[in-house]
């Protein structure tokens, strides 16, 4: 009889494990949006240059022309989610200020400081300089 298998299970253990999964993978679903996915894929890739949307999309298990109709019916481009992933990223680096804007340049996918500086400017308003000195609790 011990070595039977048993079909009806634990109903305790079966609720414990099923709570325990659905609290796991409760995020993953929430985050229906494809720009969201690709913000984690593109920002810590940017430090190797500006990724191309065919090797994001096969990262994401899609071919280049379904992630560019994808992100279409959110209404965004690619160019539009890498911005914002540029943007942020730099952000962050400079409220940090552990990093020059040289460098930061560089782990935001510019080759050039002065092209990142007027990027920057355009996002943001200001230039990176005058971000950074800004109290960081505005």
Request: hydrophobic residues 45%; glycine residues 6%.
């Amino acid at each position: 009889m011990l070595d039977l298998p048993n079909r009806l299970g634990d109903s305790a253990v079966n609720a414990f494990l099923t709570a325990h999964l659905e609290s796991e993978l409760g995020p993953l679903s929430e985050e229906a949006s494809l720009r969201a996915a690709l913000l984690r894929r593109l920002t810590p890739s940017l430090s190797n240059g500006v990724p191309q949307a065919a090797v994001i999309a096969r990262d994401l298990g899609m071919s280049e022309r379904t992630l560019y109709r994808r992100l279409a019916e959110e209404g965004l481009t690619f160019r539009d989610v890498l911005v914002q992933a540029q943007s942020a990223l730099a952000q962050e680096l400079l409220r940090d200020g552990s990093n020059s804007i040289a460098e930061i340049a560089f782990l935001t996918g510019f080759s050039e400081q002065s092209t990142f500086s007027r990027a920057f400017k355009r996002w943001v308003g200001k230039a990176p300089a005058q971000f950074r000195q800004q109290p960081s609790d505005l």
